[in-house]
């Protein structure tokens, strides 16, 4: 994780954000997630605090891990997610310090 760093963030619903430690070019990818299913069952016994990290895709629930969790939504993100190979694609050059910002409206490219 040393591309990339945590620190408080102005756009997040938990205040925290995921930040460039590099410069990122165009179509680079930026972070890279292993994302963990579950069962309903599994989702039912997560504590509140960690159910805020899931999301379903193609009826299947999945989990994410830090820092992917913490990756702020944007009408006008830097980064496009593909969920099938689980990882963020740089839509444009992105600068050291830029938060990274998905739109997590759109499931994939």
Known sequence: MKDLILKNSKIGQLDK???ANKDFK???VVIKYNL???TEEEYKKLPK???QFTHRH???IYLYPSP???VNHSSNPNTVQNLKKQFDVALRDIKKG???TTDSSKDDI
Do not use: D, T
């Open 98 to 100: 830029e938060e990274i």
């Open 26 to 28: 165009n179509g680079e």
């Open 17 to 19: 954000g995921v930040f």
């Open 68 to 70: 992917a969790r913490y």
């Open 58 to 60: 193609w009826g299947q």
């Open 49 to 51: 605090s960690e159910k």
């Open 36 to 38: 963990k299913p579950l």
